[in-house]
Nanobody, 123 residues
Framework: QVQLVESGGGLVQAGGSLKLSCVASGRTFSSYAMGWFRQAPGKEREFVAAISRAGSTTYHTDSVKGRFTISRDNAKNTLALQMNSLKPEDTAVYYC????????????????WGQGTQVTVSS
């Protein structure tokens, strides 16, 4: 399995920006599709964005389209999520995850997860 560590969360005002990072170690990063998920208090974990192994295909959930962008650098074993125009409803713990299946959005197909990073957006 691959080990994942997220960073970059914090407190930001509505309309602001944050960039989350996820560093992978342990296995060949480029052999995994990657995704970002989030979980707000009292809610189920939800899909945010995913990217294929080579980075050529991305998916973003409708609520973040045009505001968030997922990207990866296979040479540096890193995954990123650029979040712009943040809204209070984006407040959640954000997790990066790795999947052996190329370009998936179902959390059940992701076998490795980071510990999460808190994003709080104030109104």
């Amino acid at each position: 399995q691959v080990q994942l560590v997220e960073s970059g969360g914090g407190l930001v005002q509505a309309g602001g920006s944050l960039k989350l990072s996820c560093v992978a170690s342990g296995r060949t990063f480029s052999s995994y599709a990657m995704g970002w998920f989030r979980q707000a208090p009292g809610k189920e974990r939800e899909f945010v964005a995913a990217i294929s192994r080579a980075g050529s295909t991305t998916y973003h959930t409708d609520s973040v389209k045009g505001r968030f962008t997922i990207s990866r650098d296979n040479a540096k074993n890193t995954l990123a999520l650029q979040m712009n125009s943040l809204k209070p409803e984006d407040t959640a713990v954000y997790y990066c995850a790795a999947s052996p299946f190329n370009t998936v959005t179902d959390p059940r197909r992701f076998g490795s997860w980071g510990q999460g990073t808190q994003v709080t957006v104030s109104s």
